[in-house]
């Protein structure tokens, strides 16, 4: 009898108090975790930034933020201990967020878009992207050093945000039936400041702390009371594809063609802008085409190979580039050492073998002039062949004409920059703009392909955003045609380009299409690997670029595995002789690759399958020091030390609810105590006295 009165007494408290208890549904108002965007925390090699909670969540009354009035008025008049702000999105920034944390009074921050919000000019990067780690110091190229003490700025919207260290929880709101919820509740009960109050509790409760080597220590002392893990690195594949088949035995001179394929921004879960930037690499992928189009005597006569590299991580201190160098000089590019099978291996490619570098990077914004960038440090030693690299880009004819950097300035944010810290080679960088950025919204969740003038909604149809797009296409396919040219006369020593040299714009119109408004399309079907076509599910929305935590080798995502099975089916040889089993088992070496794509249809609904050859490979674009756990001075600023803090599964949290005053809490709370004693004292009388209340009966 004991035991069941104990029983039945906790279960009704458990029952009374849980989630899905009527108190709780009458009192709380929980929102879906989907509808909103976190910020979460990230840590580098010095520091740590993003935001968290603690580990309840953070509590605050809802004060509206929508006007400059309404803002200043929270700063100058708010009174309470504890609020959560509603903020207008065109009032959000790394401005507010310092006086946010100044004040002292801020839970939590939730921003949200009013309707018919218009987008204006906001990037959440730093002004002087890449400068931390960059090519310029005390003792070479000063006078470039810190660009925010120049004339210019190259990112002169951008105010920092994303390297802001925040102590409360920033969410953003992308559902406008929960924002008017919240709206609806503050207006309602907030007005008067009359309790109750309309309030929140924030949770995004984060795991890491301090930097990344402090946080991988941690992780790395695992006991049976610990979390099972702090933070993971950040990381993934950087992508190689060789014009000629490569060699086991010797290697020729280089050209590296490179491009950064991933993206960043300041809410995790809008892993997705960075349209601008992601010109870049889908012009190098149809230069790559341009150039694949060469039959396989053309290619094997070229006097240098061509190697066209797409940089995974380069928004985090151009990790992509570190470890590739780092590779070079360890003699694991393009493929690791394996002592078993050193043989078969392709001949390590060693930074003294590159001759020339071309870097794609903004080209979204380009009108009739593309800008070729260089270092000015490099070219006063040696102005010739960069000059040379200058003057075989415009003899190319096409619509587009090719412009010097601005003088007085340095090399633009680039994976260059990282590559001449080893050694200087002659090299540029393909830009839309001079001194700045054309791109306002650099890396903001607003660097869409809205951002570049492709107007679209739910109704818009696929025909239509392809039209929209062929502008655009048309002045990518020029510069393309442009790179294709001087690529082809450096590596083979010629004047002349052959004819077969060229792609269709209508083919850099669907890279767009693809890559920044639908995956689901025609191209990325086409060349997907027969064997993946059941486990990959395209969605119908541009793929997220952001490159998270690293997976292992041989472990691609999507954006970076369709770079790969893009580069093949643009680089490769076709071996329509071989089938699905005689293709996978042919390679005799690993020099090249044997992959059998889904290829075009045919009939409505058969495809063409098709067995390609290729020597594009994928290589770890991590953090060497975060792998070998060696932390001193020189990997933290050179190998790319970031790590994402790990979090639980039910991390994040919004609520929302209508709080008392203090005196009226601690009156609950007390009469709660009260029942709670009145509640355990009367289980301990009736157990007690059970023998008398409860008497049992004589057997008859």
């Known amino acids: 009898m004991k035991k069941i009165t104990y029983f039945c007494f906790i279960i009704n408290l458990g029952l009374s108090l849980g989630q899905n208890s009527l108190v709780y549904q009458l009192t709380y108002t929980d929102f879906d975790e989907t509808h909103y965007d976190k910020c979460v925390r990230l840590l580098n090699g010095s520091h740590q930034i993003g935001c968290q909670s603690t580990n309840a969540g953070n509590v605050g009354v809802l004060h509206i933020i929508d006007s400059q009035k309404t803002k200043e008025d929270f700063f100058n008049k708010g009174y309470l201990k504890s609020y959560v702000t509603l903020v207008d999105a065109i009032f959000f920034g790394k401005s507010i967020v310092q006086r946010f944390k100044a004040s002292g009074k801020v839970q939590g921050v939730i921003v949200y878009e009013p309707d018919n919000f218009i987008v204006q000019p906001w990037s959440p990067e730093l002004s ?15 006078e470039y050093q810190n660009c925010n003490s120049g004339a210019y700025q190259w990112n002169p919207t951008g105010d920092g945000l994303t390297e802001e260290d925040i102590p409360f929880p920033v969410f953003y709101l992308k559902n406008s039936t929960d924002r008017d919820r919240l709206i609806n509740c503050t207006n309602t009960h907030n007005q008067d400041d009359t309790y109750p109050l309309c309030a929140v509790q924030m949770k995004s409760r984060m795991f890491g702390a301090v930097d990344s080597q402090t946080c991988t ?15 993971d690195p950040i990381g993934g594949r950087n992508i190689v594809s060789s014009l000629q088949k490569l060699s086991t035995s010797s290697t020729v001179g280089t050209i590296l063609v490179t491009a950064p394929i991933d993206s960043r921004s300041f809410m995790s879960s809008f892993t997705s802008p960075g349209s601008d930037l ?16 060469l ?48 043989n078969s291996l392709p001949f390590p490619i060693k930074i003294d073998n590159i001759t020339n570098v071309v870097e794609f990077r903004q080209l979204g914004n380009l009108a009739d002039k593309l800008y070729a960038h260089y270092d000015p440090v490099s070219y006063s030693k040696n102005p010739t062949e960069i000059d040379q690299m200058v003057q075989q880009l415009n003899s190319t004819k096409t619509s587009i004409t090719v412009a010097n950097q601005p003088s007085n300035i340095g090399l633009v944010p680039s994976s260059l920059q990282t590559i001449l810290r080893e050694r200087e080679i002659p090299g540029v960088v393909l830009t839309d703009y001079g001194k700045n950025f054309k791109n306002q919204r650099y890396f903001s969740r607003y660097d869409t392909l809205k951002n570049l003038g492709i107007k679209y909604n739910d109704s818009t149809s696929d025909d239509e955003v392809l039209l929209q797009l062929q502008p655009l296409a048309k002045k990518l396919t020029d510069v393309a045609t ?20 060229k792609v269709e714009s209508n083919l850099t119109a669907q890279l767009l299409y693809c890559y920044l408004y639908k995956a689901n399309c025609s191209l990325f079907q086409k060349v997907l690997p027969t064997n993946q076509v059941s486990a990959v599910k395209l969605p119908n929305s541009p793929l997220p670029r952001y490159t998270s935590v690293y997976q292992g080798a041989n472990t691609l995502t999507l954006p970076s595995g369709f770079a790969s099975y893009l580069l093949v089916y643009f680089t490769g040889v076709s071996q329509p002789h071989l089938n699905q089993t005689t293709c996978v088992a042919n390679a005799s070496d690993q020099t090249s690759r044997y992959f059998y794509l889904s290829g075009p249809v045919y009939n409505s609904t058969t495809r063409n399958n098709t067995c390609v050859m290729s020597s594009t490979f994928d290589t770890a674009a991590v953090s060497p020091a975060l792998q070998q756990n060696k932390f001193d001075k020189d990997s933290a600023s050179t190998a790319g030390l970031w790590t994402e803090s790990r979090w639980s599964k039910n991390a994040f949290k919004l609520t929302m609810f209508l709080q008392q005053d203090e005196t009226s809490q601690g009156m609950v709370l007390l009469a709660g105590c009260i029942m709670l004693v009145l509640g355990f004292t009367s289980v301990y009388f009736v157990n007690s006295k059970a023998n008398v209340l409860f008497r049992s009966t004589p057997p008859l």
Request: contains cysteine; charged residues 20%; proline residues 3%.
């Open 128 to 142: 002087c992207p890449g400068n931390r780690f960059g090519l310029y110091n005390s003792s070479s190229g000063s």
């Open 217 to 231: 220590r941690r992780s790395n002392w695992q006991t049976s009371l610990t979390a099972e893990g702090y933070c």
């Open 278 to 293: 992601a010109t870049g690499f889908i012009t190098l992928l149809a230069t790559s085409k341009a150039l694949g189009n």
């Open 295 to 342: 039959n396989s005597a053309d290619k094997s006569s070229l006097t240098k190979n061509i190697i066209f590299t797409l940089l995974e991580g380069e928004a985090f201190d151009n990790l992509g580039t570190t470890r590739m160098l780092y590779d070079m000089k360890n003699g694991n590019f393009p493929l690791e050492k394996d002592e078993k099978n050193k």
């Open 482 to 501: 442009m790179a294709a040219g001087i690529l082809y006369k450096l590596a083979s020593g010629k004047t002349t380009v052959p004819t077969d040299v």
